[in-house]
């Protein structure tokens, strides 16, 4: 592999949806730079991957920024992951990428699957363009304010949420938008995927009481009557 950054995307569930080009990447690069190495050693472990991984998450991110311009400067190639999807899109990676830019490096990408167009796919979303929102604010105040603007989008909404927040999330869009269609995606292309499409009071009887589990894609839709 020629010195440089390579970002690659991986994937946001089943093992299988890997890439070709992903693989070859992997293995032929010097050095990982990895979310959480414990994770991305389940990926090495199934596809018999050797190559060293070093952490690379949002606590330590700025601190490998040199580390990395002054070892792909020394000859080094580096592939960037996270734990799914792809990097810098509402994970680690994007400081890293902006600095190797900054100091001339050649940044390379080997895109792979993608959480957002997932949903949107799933969704039946028919609309040409839609808003990537991410993970919503944590605070409580912040994160009120936001929903009420993506009450006011005439665009579909894609949101991330944690399976811990889910039921408050609910709760909020009850009380700001109770007839919004939402779609609902759970544990992408895992073993117990789950979609759901309704209202938002709909949705909020049909996991009343229930445990929420893994990660989640969820599309707001502007019209009330889609």
């Given at each position: ?130 808003v990537f929102e991410g993970f919503l604010p944590l605070k409580a105040g912040k994160r009120r304010r936001r929903i ?53 009071k709909e949705m909020m009887a049909e996991y009343a009481g229930r445990t929420v589990k893994g990660e989640l894609v ?9």
């Amino acid at each position: 592999m020629e010195p440089g950054l390579y970002v690659v995307g991986t994937p946001i569930g089943n093992l299988g949806d890997i890439t070709m080009r992903a693989l070859a990447t992997l293995r032929d690069v010097d050095i990982v730079l990895a979310e959480d190495t414990r994770h991305t050693r389940k990926l090495f472990t199934r596809y018999e991957i050797q190559t060293d991984l070093v952490s690379c998450h949002k606590f330590n991110e700025s601190s490998r920024v040199e580390w990395t311009v002054n070892r792909v400067r020394a000859g080094d190639s580096i592939a960037l992951v996270t734990d799914s999807g792809m990097p810098a899109i509402s994970d680690p990676g994007a400081r890293l990428v902006a600095a190797c830019r900054g100091a001339g490096i050649a940044v390379t990408v080997v895109p792979g699957p993608s959480a957002v167009t997932a949903a949107i796919a799933l969704s039946g979303c028919v609309e040409k363009r839609f808003v990537f929102e991410g993970f919503l604010p944590l605070k409580a105040g912040k994160r009120r304010r936001r929903i009420q603007e993506i009450a006011s989008e005439t665009r579909p909404v894609v949101l991330f949420e944690s399976p811990y927040r889910f039921h408050k999330l609910l709760n909020l869009l009850m009380e700001i938008m109770p007839e919004r269609h939402l779609f609902v995606g759970r544990e992408l292309t895992k073993r117990f995927e789950e979609c759901r499409m309704s209202t938002v009071k709909e949705m909020m009887a049909e996991y009343a009481g229930r445990t929420v589990k893994g990660e989640l894609v969820i599309v707001t839709f502007p019209d009330p009557q889609r």
